[in-house]
């Protein structure tokens, strides 16, 4: 999707959080793919999981650790509405990214965005940056304020 790396770029620069966008000319799709690129371990990995308030119709995001599951019960408590899975259109029309290449920031519509407590205990963590093979490092809390989200218990 033309423009959605520069996007990524554009809103840490806003953010104060100082990223590196590394295109690995390799699928950096799935948070194993992503930790095999990156040398790191899955678990350092962020998930920008995407869901979809059954009330409002919005758009939710939930950044999680790559070897943990997305708890949907307490995702919807701090959501405030029921939740289910998205349709990739409208992930790639809001969010601008297509899946794979979510980003948890520079997203073209604004989006609730909560992170698991558990990404926290990571020095460093990696995350999609726009594209199927493009990721970027940061420190755990950095990377939550740039995404403005509310950190919460989000996994089992
Ligand atoms: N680039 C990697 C990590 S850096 C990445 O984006 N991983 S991810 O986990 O955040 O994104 C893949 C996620 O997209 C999957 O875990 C899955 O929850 C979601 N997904 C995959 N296929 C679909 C689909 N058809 N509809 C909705 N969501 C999907």
Redesign the pocket.
């Known amino acids: 999707m033309a423009g959605s790396i520069e996007r990524v770029t554009r809103a840490a620069a806003e953010a104060g959080l100082d990223i590196e966008v590394r295109r690995m000319g390799a699928s ?4 194993d ?2 930790a095999q690129q ?1 040398g790191c371990s899955v678990a350092q ?6 869901f979809r308030g059954e009330s409002s119709g919005k758009l939710y995001l939930f950044l999680i650790s ?1 070897t943990k599951r ?1 708890d949907i019960d307490k995702a919807a408590s701090v959501a405030g509405e029921a939740l289910s ?4 259109r409208q ?1 790639r029309d809001e969010t601008g990214f297509a ?5 948890p920031i520079g997203h073209l519509v604004a989006i609730p965005a909560f992170a698991d407590e558990t990404l926290l205990g990571f020095d460093r963590v ?4 726009g594209a ?1 093979d ?2 970027f490092a940061a420190a755990p809390a950095a990377l939550v304020d740039a995404a403005r989200a509310v950190v919460a218990p989000l996994t089992s």
């Open positions: 950096t799709r799935t948070a793919e992503a990156c990995i962020v998930k920008s999981l995407i790559g997305l899975r998205a349709e990739p992930i899946i794979g290449g979510v980003s990696w995350a999609a940056a199927h493009a990721v």
